[in-house]
């Protein structure tokens, strides 16, 4: 058990910042995205049935990617190769998350959609 939290925790720390901050900022990015996933609901998240393992998988790389005040364009095409998955898979998850308030999409401009995070999702 200790060696999967450890592998989590090394994967979480590499898809959150870069090398030098893995090492020396890992931990404060891990506890900037539980407390931004306490911010907008965890509770609700975990328990709404609809949500998929790769609902949760794209939801934590964006909670690394996003915050809660200004949009960011995030490529659907880095988070599928990221996560392993196809970009159809990425982008009806993303899409379930803005459907269900968990992200606000910006105005399209150009290719990408940028989002962020709903503070006020409960």
Known sequence: MRQRRSEWLLWLRSEIGSP????TYGYDDAAR???T??????KSIAADPEMDGVDFRVLLYLLGALDTETYKAVPQVEIAEALGKRPQHVSRSI???ETKGILIPAPKVGRFTAWRLNPNYK
């Open 95 to 97: 899409k379930k998350l």
């Open 33 to 35: 995205i539980v407390s």
């Open 37 to 42: 996933l306490r911010a907008i609901g965890y």
């Open 20 to 23: 030098h901050q893995v090492t």
